[in-house]
């Protein structure tokens, strides 16, 4: 079975621009979430989807939005991108809401220029 | 301030040593503790621990937690290079979203 799938896996992007990624969480899995990790850092917590309803969200600005689509798979959205945008974006999938532990997906290289 | 602290940030070994990873968190609203390695981009589940003094064991890992003094640790016995990673602890709190993870535990194994 495939696992928890990203793309694009690297981008470049200028500041101001706008970017988009996809994730494809593991089949059976109804809830997705996505993860900023900056060099260095742990990855922080942007948003939690369940059943295309967002149910949990990180200390993000508006710029940041995401959705979930009936296939269960998702975006992430930046808008009006800044240099400290720059990260490797992850997308985690599990079955439930509060089920335990979360499939990682291997990530979206985001360079902001 | 910090939710989740992990030590060292840092470490170097031999291989076929045995090295101790801590990790320490906030009280408020506990729920469960996990532990993933990260060794190029996808951290990789290793354990989740909820209750206290009950050993989890996967090969040469274990991991047990502390609900009375908040900490956990992560052991890996005969260390291996393929054991080198950056390692992760994360805390869920109950009425928090998501995850929340520390800065991480970059292990070196030399041979």
């Known amino acids: 079975d495939a696992g928890v799938t990203q793309s694009p896996t690297h981008l470049i992007k200028t500041r101001g621009q706008h970017v988009t990624l996809r994730c494809s969480p593991i089949?059976?899995?109804?809830?997705v979430s996505w993860y900023q990790q900056v060099l260095g850092q742990g990855p922080q917590f942007i948003f939690q989807?369940?059943?295309?309803?967002?149910?949990g969200r990180g200390n993000f600005p508006d710029r940041f939005s995401a959705r979930q689509f009936p296939n269960y798979s998702s975006e992430l959205n930046v808008n009006a991108l800044l240099l400290g945008d720059s990260a490797l974006y992850l997308c985690?999938?599990?079955?439930?809401?509060?089920?335990?532990?979360?499939?990682f997906g291997e990530g979206s290289r985001l360079t902001v220029l | 301030e910090d939710k989740v602290v992990q030590s060292p940030l840092s470490l170097v070994v031999h291989e076929g040593d045995t090295v101790t990873l801590n990790c320490s968190y906030e009280?408020?609203?506990?729920?469960?503790l996990l532990w993933y390695k990260q060794e190029k981009k996808a951290p990789t589940f290793l354990f989740m621990l909820?209750?206290?003094?009950i050993e989890k064991k996967s090969g040469r890992l274990s991991s047990i937690l502390d609900k009375k003094e908040l900490f956990s640790i992560l052991n890996i016995t005969a260390t291996q290079t393929g054991d080198s990673a950056i390692y992760l602890c994360?805390?869920?709190?109950?009425?928090?979203?998501?995850?929340?993870f520390g800065k991480g535990t970059h292990l070196i194994i030399q041979p």
């Open positions: 985690a999938s599990s079955w439930g809401l509060n089920t335990g532990e979360l499939f």
């Open positions: 994360a805390t869920s709190f109950t009425g928090a979203d998501g995850l929340t």
């Open positions: 009280v408020t609203n506990f729920r469960s």
């Open positions: 909820t209750s206290s003094g």
């Open positions: 089949s059976g899995h109804k809830s």
């Open positions: 989807y369940y059943e295309k309803e967002e149910r």
